[in-house]
């Protein structure tokens, strides 16, 4: 399955009132639902001895299942006669079903033995997604909650552009054109098309051998593509909502993929994103879930099956402030191909706009601080300056002058609690149109990054090959360290993407354990070279009888991370460092060796462009000597690496990369005999 955001047009004030209403009434529905889930489990848990005796009994006799929450779903609609003229009890159950997923998670351990936490109720501005009914493939027109009608010929018919030739008729002639060619001219405004009317032909006869016909339904609408909400049992009409679709012609190889085929259409949810310049400060849009894979262009394709073919088999060393890959010909042979490295790391224009970015960010900060504070002036303290100003002026003889924004901290209560919640704040109009802005600029720039993060996943991809091998390190010690520097270089989303382009090209990321390879503390030699975290330089050492190999300790690290072996490619525990490989793989590719580990080698398609994939060297500076400021933010560290220096029995380790909780002991420890 894949998913594709199509922009909905909410521009008329009456439809983007009742959108507003349905959110509000679907939030208010998932809030009760998940009082009640939390208030179930909390009694679920506190029933030891039924728990004991019988524990399926327990739960039906609280109501704890999917069913169970979908009938207080209903009974939440059928008591609150308001919620009837917005939302319908079909997506009430589908709200359950949500809420009950993270009730599961709670109450059924994974394979590792966690559980989830105990189910939170959130709040309004986190609640952006109503979730749609899936479409019966079986069935033909049955009823949906959020059905997209229309067809893509039909929207290249109604808004084709001016200046498109007359023979350009389909979407795949469409999908054909030089990518800078106009194809629709969608005005500003999109009008929502009428729902069809009239009679409509069955195509078969009655008794008396007169044709039968049925009333037009949105079914039978052919035009413009269009999100059409069937509303509450008491509602107000159908909420119809245009689409946008892109007008360039660059885009619609990847519209005909998704729309062109409407048997595979399956599921549309109905999704909010803040903006502080649209009226009423949110847009909306549908995603569509299509049941084929994603959308990949020629070029991608291509470029995959070029990778796929590249016969290399590589490593990786994630870092804090750079990645590492190294690849060797898959047969160890010199002359099927060279050592080629790469080294991705913050160039100096991504560190001016990193440095832009934070800067402005924290502006928005302090001037959502300072309206705060002007608007409940009671609830913060004056600060040291401004009471020895009155202090001041109280000598003087001269009144106290009027205090309109207080500088100083909250006002607490003896328990050091604020007086009053946050979250009874009054907020001025400015202070939430500032606060969406904000948010919109972090949403951008987690955006960009994982944008950012896919293009330097496939060029490495396509310059070392699918078959790749990294240390299981556990990125959370990195941020408790490095917070800083790992939020700037995101070695969690470089790393994830990595992984992901390997398996559509046909590969894999491995990971190897850190505890039973070390790569940072060897050497290709098989020599152990302990080294400090704080040195970022590999020297094996001929006078304590080691080769001499000189190099980058991650470009070394990544070399060796090539030649580990897993006797199960699922465990990262059983990889192994095989030794007499990489010796003699530094033997054969002696020539260049020194070079290689020292600078970057891959292609030009791997090392430059927009995003810099790895630095090239400037002047006569090594690549590790142009991240003084990394090493300025680890501060004087003179230990060895974590993850290689903790017991293999105290392991409580999350991929890099990934969210995956720890396999130690349960956070909850609440006895389960289910």
Same mark, same amino acid.
């Given at each position: 399955?894949?998913?594709?955001?199509?922009?909905?047009?909410?521009?008329?004030?009456?439809?983007?009132?009742?959108?507003?209403?349905?959110?509000?009434?679907?939030?208010?529905?998932?809030?009760?639902?998940?009082?009640?889930?939390?208030?179930?489990?909390?009694?679920?848990?506190?029933?030891?001895?039924?728990?004991?005796?019988?524990?399926?009994?327990?739960?039906?006799?609280?109501?704890?299942?999917?069913?169970?929450?979908?009938?207080?779903?209903?009974?939440?609609?059928?008591?609150?006669?308001?919620?009837?003229?917005?939302?319908?009890?079909?997506?009430?159950?589908?709200?359950?079903?949500?809420?009950?997923?993270?009730?599961?998670?709670?109450?059924?351990?994974?394979?590792?033995?966690?559980?989830?936490?105990?189910?939170?109720?959130?709040?309004?501005?986190?609640?952006?997604?109503?979730?749609?009914?899936?479409?019966?493939?079986?069935?033909?027109?049955?009823?949906?909650?959020?059905?997209?009608?229309?067809?893509?010929?039909?929207?290249?018919?109604?808004?084709?552009?001016?200046?498109?030739?007359?023979?350009?008729?389909?979407?795949?002639?469409?999908?054909?054109?030089?990518?800078?060619?106009?194809?629709?001219?969608?005005?500003?405004?999109?009008?929502?098309?009428?729902?069809?009317?009239?009679?409509?032909?069955?195509?078969?006869?009655?008794?008396?051998?007169?044709?039968?016909?049925?009333?037009?339904?949105?079914?039978?609408?052919?035009?413009?593509?269009?999100?059409?909400?069937?509303?509450?049992?008491?509602?107000?009409?159908?909420?119809?909502?245009?689409?946008?679709?892109?007008?360039?012609?660059?885009?619609?190889?990847?519209?005909?993929?998704?729309?062109?085929?409407?048997?595979?259409?399956?599921?549309?949810?109905?999704?909010?994103?803040?903006?502080?310049?649209?009226?009423?400060?949110?847009?909306?849009?549908?995603?569509?879930?299509?049941?084929?894979?994603?959308?990949?262009?020629?070029?991608?394709?291509?470029?995959?099956?070029?990778?796929?073919?590249?016969?290399?088999?590589?490593?990786?060393?994630?870092?804090?402030?750079?990645?590492?890959?190294?690849?060797?010909?898959?047969?160890?042979?010199?002359?099927?191909?060279?050592?080629?490295?790469?080294?991705?790391?913050?160039?100096?224009?991504?560190?001016?706009?990193?440095?832009?970015?934070?800067?402005?960010?924290?502006?928005?900060?302090?001037?959502?601080?300072?309206?705060?504070?002007?608007?409940?002036?009671?609830?913060?303290?004056?600060?040291?300056?401004?009471?020895?100003?009155?202090?001041?002026?109280?000598?003087?003889?001269?009144?106290?002058?009027?205090?309109?924004?207080?500088?100083?901290?909250?006002?607490?209560?003896?328990?050091?609690?604020?007086?009053?919640?946050?979250?009874?704040?009054?907020?001025?109009?400015?202070?939430?149109?500032?606060?969406?802005?904000?948010?919109?600029?972090?949403?951008?720039?987690?955006?960009?990054?994982?944008?950012?993060?896919?293009?330097?996943?496939?060029?490495?991809? /396509? *310059?070392?090959?699918?078959?790749? &091998?990294?240390? #299981?390190? =556990?990125?959370? +010690?990195?941020? %408790? !360290?490095?917070?800083?520097?790992?939020?700037?270089?995101?070695?969690?989303?470089?790393?994830?993407?990595?992984?992901?382009?390997?398996?559509?090209?046909?590969?894999?990321?491995?990971?190897?354990?850190?505890?039973?390879?070390?790569?940072?503390?060897?050497?290709?030699?098989?020599?152990?070279?302990?080294?400090?975290?704080?040195?970022?330089?590999?020297?094996?050492?001929?006078?304590?009888?080691?080769?001499?190999?000189?190099?980058?300790?991650?470009?070394?690290? /990544? *070399?060796?991370?090539?030649?580990? &072996?897993?006797? #199960?490619? =699922?465990?990262? +525990?059983?990889? %192994? !460092?095989?030794?007499?490989?990489?010796?003699?793989?530094?033997?054969?590719?002696?020539?260049?060796?020194?070079?290689?580990?020292?600078?970057?080698?891959?292609?030009?398609?791997?090392?430059?462009?927009?995003?810099?994939?790895?630095?090239?060297?400037?002047?006569?500076?090594?690549?590790?000597?142009?991240?003084?400021?990394?090493?300025?933010?680890?501060?004087?560290?003179?230990?060895?690496?974590?993850?290689?220096?903790?017991?293999?029995?105290?392991?409580?380790? /999350?991929?890099?990369?990934?969210?995956?909780?720890?396999?130690?002991?349960?956070?909850?420890?609440?006895?389960?005999?289910?």
């Amino acid at each position: 399955m894949s998913t594709i955001r199509l922009p909905l047009m909410v521009d008329a004030p009456a439809t983007r009132h009742r959108v507003e209403l349905l959110f509000a009434a679907m939030w208010q529905v998932k809030q009760a639902l998940q009082r009640d889930a939390r208030a179930v489990v909390d009694a679920y848990w506190a029933g030891d001895v039924r728990r004991e005796s019988d524990v399926k009994a327990w739960r039906t006799e609280l109501g704890l299942s999917r069913t169970g929450l979908e009938h207080r779903a209903y009974r939440h609609v059928e008591h609150s006669r308001w919620l009837s003229d917005h939302v319908s009890k079909a997506l009430a159950m589908h709200q359950a079903d949500e809420v009950w997923a993270s009730v599961a998670r709670h109450l059924h351990p994974d394979a590792t033995g966690r559980r989830a936490g105990r189910p939170r109720t959130g709040t309004w501005w986190e609640y952006t997604r109503i979730p749609g009914r899936a479409r019966s493939h079986t069935t033909d027109r049955k009823w949906e909650t959020f059905r997209l009608h229309g067809t893509l010929t039909g929207h290249l018919d109604t808004f084709r552009h001016p200046t498109l030739p007359d023979h350009i008729t389909t979407p795949a002639q469409a999908a054909a054109l030089p990518p800078c060619t106009s194809v629709l001219a969608q005005p500003r405004k999109i009008p929502a098309p009428p729902r069809p009317t009239g009679r409509i032909s069955t195509g078969t006869l009655d008794t008396a051998s007169r044709p039968r016909t049925r009333a037009a339904t949105w079914f039978d609408h052919t035009g413009p593509l269009t999100v059409v909400f069937a509303g509450g049992p008491t509602g107000r009409g159908d909420i119809v909502l245009p689409v946008r679709l892109p007008q360039g012609a660059g885009r619609w190889p990847y519209l005909t993929h998704y729309l062109n085929d409407p048997s595979r259409w399956h599921k549309i949810d109905l999704v909010r994103r803040r903006d502080a310049a649209t009226p009423g400060g949110w847009v909306y849009e549908a995603h569509l879930m299509v049941l084929a894979p994603g959308y990949a262009s020629p070029t991608t394709r291509a470029r995959r099956r070029q990778a796929a073919a590249l016969n290399r088999t590589g490593g990786v060393d994630g870092n804090v402030s750079n990645l590492a890959v190294v690849s060797f010909p898959a047969t160890g042979d010199p002359a099927d191909g060279d050592i080629r490295t790469s080294r991705i790391t913050l160039t100096n224009a991504e560190q001016h706009a990193l440095t832009v970015r934070r800067r402005k960010a924290k502006g928005r900060q302090r001037a959502l601080d300072r309206s705060r504070r002007s608007t409940n002036p009671r609830q913060y303290r004056p600060s040291r300056r401004q009471r020895a100003r009155d202090q001041r002026r109280y000598a003087a003889g001269l009144p106290p002058k009027t205090t309109i924004t207080p500088a100083g901290p909250r006002r607490t209560t003896a328990t050091e609690q604020p007086q009053q919640a946050y979250r009874r704040d009054q907020l001025s109009n400015a202070y939430r149109t500032l606060r969406a802005r904000h948010a919109m600029a972090a949403a951008r720039e987690a955006e960009a990054k994982q944008h950012r993060a896919k293009k330097i996943a496939a060029a490495l991809v /396509a *310059a070392h090959g699918p078959q790749l &091998t990294i240390e #299981d390190c =556990d990125i959370r +010690t990195w941020f %408790r !360290l490095w917070g800083r520097t790992c939020a700037a270089t995101t070695p969690g989303r470089l790393i994830t993407a990595l992984a992901a382009e390997c398996t559509a090209t046909g590969g894999r990321l491995l990971r190897a354990s850190t505890f039973t390879t070390a790569l940072s503390q060897h050497c290709l030699c098989g020599r152990r070279a302990p080294k400090p975290l704080r040195q970022r330089t590999h020297h094996c050492d001929p006078a304590e009888g080691g080769c001499g190999l000189k190099g980058d300790r991650d470009l070394v690290s /990544a *070399a060796l991370a090539t030649f580990t &072996t897993l006797t #199960d490619p =699922d465990d990262p +525990t059983t990889a %192994r !460092l095989d030794h007499h490989r990489a010796r003699a793989a530094q033997i054969l590719f002696a020539q260049g060796l020194q070079e290689a580990l020292t600078e970057s080698t891959a292609p030009k398609s791997a090392r430059s462009g927009r995003t810099r994939a790895a630095a090239e060297p400037q002047g006569n500076s090594l690549p590790w000597q142009r991240t003084a400021s990394a090493r300025q933010n680890a501060g004087p560290c003179s230990v060895a690496t974590p993850d290689e220096t903790r017991p293999a029995t105290e392991r409580l380790k /999350a991929h890099a990369g990934t969210t995956r909780p720890h396999t130690g002991r349960p956070r909850t420890r609440i006895r389960d005999k289910s």
